[in-house]
């Protein structure tokens, strides 16, 4: 080792002062640390940093960022039942025009316009300005909360020879990220889903692993083919434990609700879909006859309506026949009229229909 006196000037400063020399903390530092918590723009789901929120075309997702833009920007409710923290929110709108924005909020909106939500319809890419213009909208608005951009690609820097898609999206999301830590901000962002379909919902996001892995958390918005109900899988940096959440699309709003747990609602829906065959025939069914009208398994029928009559929701009527219950207490079938009740209009949808959320926030079959 060489003499103090040969060491460079820059070797004899204390570590943590040398140039370019990280600062450390030990463990036990870290742990007596007081840390700000986590903060939520929207409660669970949409944390400070940057989010992505993919699904795929005309599935409602422009109505639902901007139900939540809404949201954040009043003070109020977003999904129906998640609380928000108020403060200032940019949307940009750069696949819409001021027409139809506005038609869009004369749907949305229940009170007074709310100051607090800046549109935009044009913004140059991340990488041509759009990072710069963004600072200098977030530092002369300090008490904003959120920004949406809807959509991804019209911010995301172009691919060349000399950089990949993985390279662009990355790039796209590091300079928001940056963005989002330094104000303190949540940014969402709008993305498609691929046409082919995988068993990770991460791997259906349209692009490279550059988004999934650079985002601060994930929101898959899909649909179950025939209805117009759609499961939000939710995971993320922030998210102690990956969720599917049931939504339920409400046309006189033109928004999106969330009505609990997928799997749970899932089986309720499977369920009020078996009351729904069996009000219609008006007479008993064997599980193979609802099946056929239901295009499912006869095996997966055949179970949960002997569940369904366990619980007291069918009632055997011998030959391997079921038929309905008149129990007062059971909600899926006190109701015989469960067309007008908590069973979705969609249900009736067959299960080849492909459906879409149109400009006018209505479902079209």
């Keep these: 080792m060489k003499p103090t006196a040969d060491l460079p000037e820059e070797w004899r400063l204390h570590p943590q002062e040398r140039n370019g ?19 939520w723009s929207v409660q669970g789901l949409v944390p400070e940093g940057v989010t992505l929120l993919a699904g795929k075309p005309k599935l409602g997702k422009s109505w639902m960022v901007l139900g939540i833009a809404i949201a954040i920007s009043t003070g109020g409710v977003a999904l129906g039942t998640r609380p928000v923290e108020m403060g200032d929110v940019l949307y940009m709108a750069l ?68 950089r990949s898609i993985y390279e662009a999206d990355y790039e796209a999301l590091e300079a928001m990220q940056r963005l989002a830590a330094k104000y303190e901000v949540s940014i969402l962002v709008v993305h498609h889903l691929r046409k082919q379909g995988a068993a990770d919902p991460l791997d259906e996001i349209s692009g490279s692993a550059g988004l999934s892995g650079g985002a601060d958390g994930v929101l898959v918005l899909k649909r179950d083919r025939g209805r117009a109900d759609a499961y939000l899988h939710v995971t993320g940096r922030e998210i102690e434990e990956e969720a599917e959440l049931a939504l339920r699309w409400d046309a006189d709003l033109a928004s999106w609700t969330l009505v609990g747990d997928a799997e749970e609602y899932r089986i309720s829906q499977e369920r009020q879909d078996i009351v729904r065959v069996l009000t219609e025939a008006e007479e008993p069914m064997t599980p193979k006859e609802v099946a056929e009208l239901l295009g499912k398994s006869v095996n997966a029928v055949k179970y949960l309506m002997w569940k369904m009559s366990k619980d007291g929701q069918l009632a055997t009527a011998g030959k391997g026949r079921y038929s309905l219950t008149t129990n007062p207490a059971n909600p899926l079938t006190a109701n015989p009229d469960i067309s007008g009740g908590s069973v979705s209009a969609v249900s009736e949808v067959s299960s080849g229909t492909d459906i879409t959320i149109n400009e006018d926030g209505e479902a079209e079959f």
């Design 21 to 39: 020399w990280a600062k450390t903390l030990t463990a036990a530092e870290l742990l007596g640390l007081e840390l700000p918590p986590i903060r």
């Design 95 to 162: 696949e819409d025009n001021y027409r139809r924005l506005r038609k869009r909020l004369e749907k949305l909106l229940t009170g007074e316009a709310p100051e607090g939500l800046h549109i935009v319809t044009e913004w140059p890419r991340m990488n041509e300005g759009g990072a710069e213009a963004l600072e200098r909208w977030l530092e002369a608005h300090p008490d904003a909360r959120a920004v949406v951009v809807d959509i991804l690609k019209r911010v995301r820097p172009r691919t060349s020879p000399n």
